[in-house]
């Protein structure tokens, strides 16, 4: 079936292909099929969308509760495989509905996938055990930051708050960055049902207006989101930095903070431009302000070093009360984000340094040096635009692809330009070895942060 892995015995060629014979299927790419429900004679078919019968499932059963009705989506486990005078059937598990509606499709863009929304009874067990809210003799041990000016800033329609910030003022025109992520571990054991869920899960899945979530939501949205004025278990990486933004002292330690504010990348902004933001006190109206001339700083170092500095624009879909789109939006690139962003990379090269440091095997995260046949493409082809860069960026790809993006800056073309750039690059990876990051100029980097929805991290 489309898209198996299959072990093929080579033969001869035809008109200059090679040719081979299937031997065995090695494994099947999907085990649930979505189609129509047709009726044949007595017999009811699953037609996938956009093929004909020659392609249709034999419906050997129906789950209770799944009343067949023609021209309906339906989602098949397969559970007989085909053959050269047979055709795959299974069981239909799930009638979906009228394939116009946008919550149909959603469903069926999820089956297509094997995405299930529902967590198992054993996993769900395990949550149904865990406290709505830690306890003070679960926080035993921990350094309490109840005092300590610590607040998420995410966007305006995020689902989760898995990290938040502090920053404080040392003698010298030092800093004392804290990046604070929700403490995951504490409440997953190894090879326990939610730990198994987790890995087969291995992310959360993100739609428009919905999110199928790796954890359930009582730990995603409850006892590991950092809620604003109730207390959560964390794990903060402490970042000392000298008046130009230089990375000093690092120290991870296990926490317990209370989360003053649940800020949005809107409200951080409107704070920085001098504006009026509602239920914030002066001390933390103080600390944001610090936060943006750090990140500023802290720009500035990562560009010196050969950073990319991409402008890259994301699109949301508005939906209405019934899941039907209204309108793709553009969301505006705030400083509030940049800053964010340099605070977590802070944090992720000084996680990276210390356990390499201390010769802890750690998943890093790599991206390794462009293709030169991919950029000399890229040269090329952004040139015709009339976007060049100062220098041969097969050469010096650095100093190449550095002023390329400066070059776009204000083109009309410019998030073409960008995305070309993009493209043109590997892709960066998870890897148990050594190696650096090229697009954020880093040494050694991994991603320090909360396992809420990735499970590598």
């Given at each position: ?93 799930r009638i979906l509905g009228k394939a116009e509606s946008p919550a149909v499709r959603l469903s069926a863009t999820l089956a297509s996938k094997e995405i299930e929304a529902e967590f198992p009874e054993d996993a769900l067990e395990e949550a149904a ?89 009582k730990i995603s949205d409850h006892l590991c989101s950092l809620r604003p004025d109730v207390p959560r278990l964390t794990l903060t990486c402490w970042l000392e930095l000298d008046a130009h933004g230089a990375p000093g002292r690092v120290e991870l ?205």
């Amino acid at each position: 079936m489309d898209g198996d892995r299959v072990k093929v015995r080579l033969g001869g060629e035809r008109n200059g292909k090679r040719m081979g014979e299937i031997v065995m299927v090695v494994t099947r790419a999907r085990t649930t099929a979505i189609g129509f429900l047709r009726k044949a004679g007595k017999a009811w078919l699953v037609v996938p969308e956009g093929s004909d019968a020659s392609q249709a499932l034999q419906v050997m059963a129906f789950a209770p509760g799944a009343e067949p009705e023609a021209g309906m989506l339906a989602a098949l486990k397969i559970e007989r495989w085909p053959t050269e005078d047979r055709p795959a059937g299974g069981t239909v598990t799930r009638i979906l509905g009228k394939a116009e509606s946008p919550a149909v499709r959603l469903s069926a863009t999820l089956a297509s996938k094997e995405i299930e929304a529902e967590f198992p009874e054993d996993a769900l067990e395990e949550a149904a055990g865990l406290p709505l809210d830690p306890t003070p003799e679960q926080w035993a041990g921990r350094r309490v930051l109840f005092d300590l000016p610590v607040f998420t800033i995410d966007g305006a329609d995020a689902k989760d708050f898995d990290d938040a910030v502090s920053l404080e003022e040392l003698p010298g025109g030092r800093w004392k960055l804290g990046v604070h992520i929700a403490a995951v571990a504490e409440y997953i054991k190894r090879k326990a049902p939610l730990d198994k869920e987790a890995v087969r899960r291995a992310t959360s899945v993100y739609l428009p207006g919905r999110v199928i979530p790796m954890l359930p939501p009582k730990i995603s949205d409850h006892l590991c989101s950092l809620r604003p004025d109730v207390p959560r278990l964390t794990l903060t990486c402490w970042l000392e930095l000298d008046a130009h933004g230089a990375p000093g002292r690092v120290e991870l330690e296990e926490t317990v903070i209370r989360s003053a504010r649940r800020f949005t990348y809107e409200e951080v902004q409107a704070i920085i431009d001098g504006q009026t933001v509602e239920r914030v006190t002066p001390e933390v109206k103080a600390v944001v302000l610090r936060m943006g001339v750090l990140a500023k700083k802290l720009t500035a170092v990562r560009m010196s070093r050969g950073a990319l500095d991409f402008m890259t624009t994301e699109y949301y879909v508005s939906m209405d009360a019934q899941g039907k789109p209204l309108a793709v939006i553009k969301r505006p690139r705030l400083d509030s984000h940049r800053l964010i962003e340099e605070f977590m990379v802070a944090a992720n090269e000084a996680v990276a340094r210390t356990l390499s440091k201390a010769r802890v095997p750690f998943l890093r995260r790599i991206h390794e040096t462009p293709d030169p046949a991919r950029l000399q493409e890229l040269q090329e082809e952004l040139g015709k635009l009339g976007i060049k860069a100062k220098t041969s960026l097969v050469a010096h790809p650095v100093e190449g692809l550095q002023s390329l993006l400066k070059a776009a800056v204000g083109h009309p073309f410019e998030e073409t330009a960008n995305i070309q750039v993009i493209r043109s690059l590997k892709q960066a990876r998870y890897s148990s070895e050594p190696g650096g990051h090229f697009g954020l100029a880093s040494k050694d980097y991994c991603h320090f942060t909360s396992t809420i929805m990735r499970y590598p991290d």
